[in-house]
Every structure is written in structure tokens, then in C-alpha cells.
């Protein structure tokens, strides 16, 4: 024997071994495929400020929202009258609502411009003064409501 030698190897066994080799590299970085979950510090967000006008028997709720305002889904407005009638709670006392209104995406009542939420909520006692607190929800149901600061609307 003169020389050394090499063994050839058939093309077809070395393109079966290049497609096996290109094959498990793709399985590998597939990875695992999950439902987009919410990210707590992204997706949230809150109330920053919250005032209320009155307009004969309506309640106008301007807010601003802050952080991630996209995500928000619905939004449920409680209100309380203070008074001295039947059914009215006290200045003093734990706020309790009496009155209970949900508006949910493409309801008439609310209208979002970018991170600006304006609800408008008639049929209210123009006399009365009236306590309310708005709890919105986001598209994440897995995040907690997101509660407003409590808020006093005198009459005019």
C-alpha cells in the first residue's frame, strides 16, 4: 500500500447526516410555546387623578391614566348619595355605594382619548352631594382591579 486513504462517504449519507444535524438544531430553538402572559411591572396601570363636574343631573368623571392605559378593558362606577333620606349614607361614615354602573369598551357613556378617560353618568339628584370611586378592570384578567381614590361631588 503506497499513500494513506481516506474512506469515502456516500453523498447521500452525508446529506442525510447535514438535514438530521439541521432538523435538531431547528427542534431545539423552537422552545416551549405558551398563552402571552402579563407582565406585572408592564402591564398594569392606575388612576392619577380623578375630577368630577356637575352638569344639571350629571356626574362627569374626567380622569388621567397612567402606565400601560391601553390595556384598559372596562370600568364600573359606584356612587353613594349623601343626605338624609331613605337609602342616603353619611359624610362620615364607611363609604358604602348605593348606586352601581358598568361601562364596558364602546359603551356611549365613556370615551378614552389616548390615557384620558371622560364618563359621563346622569339621572343623579342635582341637590345631592354624591361620593364615588371608580374600580377598573384590564384586558389581562389575571391583574388586579385597579381602584380610584375616593372623591366627594358637591352640588353646584
Given at each position: 500500500m503506497t499513500g494513506s486513504h481516506c474512506p469515502r462517504i456516500p453523498f447521500s449519507r452525508l446529506l442525510a447526516a447535514v438535514l438530521l444535524a439541521a432538523l435538531s438544531l431547528a427542534l431545539v430553538?423552537?422552545?416551549k410555546r405558551e398563552w402571552p402572559a402579563p407582565?406585572?411591572?408592564?402591564?398594569?396601570f392606575r388612576f392619577r387623578s380623578v375630577n368630577v363636574q356637575r352638569g344639571q343631573d350629571c356626574l362627569i368623571i374626567d380622569t388621567e391614566l397612567a402606565g400601560a392605559w391601553a390595556n384598559l378593558d372596562s370600568v364600573r362606577l359606584h356612587i353613594e348619595a349623601i343626605g338624609t333620606d331613605p337609602g342616603?349614607?353619611?359624610?362620615?361614615?364607611?363609604f358604602v355605594p348605593r348606586i352601581s354602573r358598568f361601562y364596558g369598551p364602546g359603551a356611549p357613556e365613556m370615551r378614552?382619548?389616548?390615557?384620558?378617560l371622560i364618563i359621563t353618568a346622569c339621572g343623579l339628584d342635582p341637590k345631592?352631594?354624591?361620593r364615588l370611586q371608580l374600580v377598573a378592570s384590564n384586558v389581562y384578567p389575571a391583574l388586579e382591579l385597579v381602584t380610584s381614590e375616593l372623591v366627594v361631588s358637591p352640588p353646584q
Open positions: 430553538s423552537c422552545g407582565k406585572l411591572s408592564e402591564d398594569r342616603d349614607g353619611c359624610a362620615t361614615c364607611p378614552q382619548d389616548m390615557n384620558r345631592k352631594t354624591y
